[in-house]
């Protein structure tokens, strides 16, 4: 059995002096599309920024991606890929020359960004497209692609349907199954139960900065 | 992946940004170009704006630097690829470098087009035994403008206000710049009786200062964008 991709153990997390995560333990391993729910201010999102190597763990044990998270959190940052609200895109380049410049500075090659770029459906039509003139279901592609040419092997989503209408969330679901099927690990925060939960194959309540596997016939709101 | 070779992929990612949107050529150096012409018309004596002429293409270029820089980090912000860059574990040390030397290649074609107007505009000339001198300091001035900028610029970068705090901090940190370079330019020119000699002290501290800032930038640029 391969080692997991994120491995907490009591991991205890504050912002400020609010311990956003107060003990959160989970195993996520490779493929897995993980769900985490739960109100505002439960600790999703510290929780996806403590996987990135973002939010320093002051107790507890973890590794991600087998990088130990007290004493390696830089080397972390460099294999995860997180997005936000935001894409993290230049808007006045193009798509093709933002994917290519996020994969160059990890050193992928030119094959290895057209391969992202095809795998996104990013390739043809909208290569030469500047972000600008995008939809937001095409720049959250795009992004997606950049966190692909970056090599990112866990990808950390923060309400990432957010903004985006109904043909571009089913678009996005179906790139995120795509990747979780070519070895991609997901760790999705969301509200939007119903369509997040039809992606995920677990599903996590984060409660009060705790973590609760639900169980596989719990995890659709009805 | 080297800190130099990050450096110019972010250098060259901003040029290219440049390219496409050609704000330097369409904004910037014709508010550059109407300083000075603004400058003429308030000083209104040849006389003058020959013995002022080489400071007001620095405070022309500095002016224009503040819109440059402005402009540098606006791209960066507008979809959070800052912060995207620096979740990604991107050397700050790099993006640092790489910025200042985008903004470096901005303001030197800004120099050389203002230094230019200046020519035309105010009567100067270029002597040939001042050639290297001139281009000396057009090099080290640059550096050092494009280090604070950039340093000033990721600062003010996650603050609300970011357009009336960057001059606030900016111009009085380049105020060493705007004095050597104006001397070294006069000495260059043979402004006022200057002689070339007289210029290389100033390139002097104009080296000082970009080698500070350079310095002292890279390592302060990634507790400044960090949270």
Known sequence: MSAPVVDLTDAVAVLGSFPALAGASIRIDEGDIVLLRGPNGAGKTTLLRLCAGLVPMVRGSGRILGFDLGTQRESIRRHVGVLGHQNGLYLDLTVGENIRFWGATVGASDSETHA???????????????????SAGQKRRTALACLVARRAQLWLLDEPHAGLDASARDELDATLRQAAA?????????????????LATRTVDVVAGRLHEVAPDQEHPS | MSVWRIARLVAAKDLRIEWHSRVLTNQVLPFAGVTMVIFAFALDSDAVLE??????????????MLVLVQRTFAVETDDGALDALRVAGVDPRAIFLGKAGG???????????????????????????????????L???????????????GLAAGFRGRETL???????????VLIGATRAVEAA???AGAVVSDGWP???????????????GSLAFGPLIDE
């Open chain 1, 182 to 198: 070519a070895g991609a690990t997901i760790v999705v925060a969301s509200h939007e139960l119903e369509r997040a939960g039809s």
């Open chain 2, 189 to 191: 020119l043979g402004t």
């Open chain 2, 202 to 216: 100033w390139v002097g501290l104009l080296l000082v200062f970009a080698v500070a800032f350079g310095v002292g």
């Open chain 2, 103 to 137: 903004l470096a290649v901005q303001l030197l074609v800004l120099e050389v087009v203002l230094l230019f107007a200046a020519v035309v505009l105010f009567r100067q000339t270029v002597p040939v035994d001042g050639l290297v001198l001139l281009v000396t300091t």
């Open chain 2, 166 to 176: 960057l001059p606030l901090l900016t111009l009085p940190a380049v105020a060493p």
């Open chain 2, 51 to 64: 013995r002022v002429a080489p400071g007001l293409v620095w405070l022309a270029t500095m002016f224009s």
């Open chain 2, 139 to 153: 090099i080290s001035a640059t550096c050092g403008l494009a280090a604070v900028g950039t340093l000033y610029g």
């Open chain 1, 116 to 134: 992202a770029m095809e795998r996104l459906g990013v390739a043809d039509r909208l290569v030469d497209v500047p972000v600008r003139k995008l």
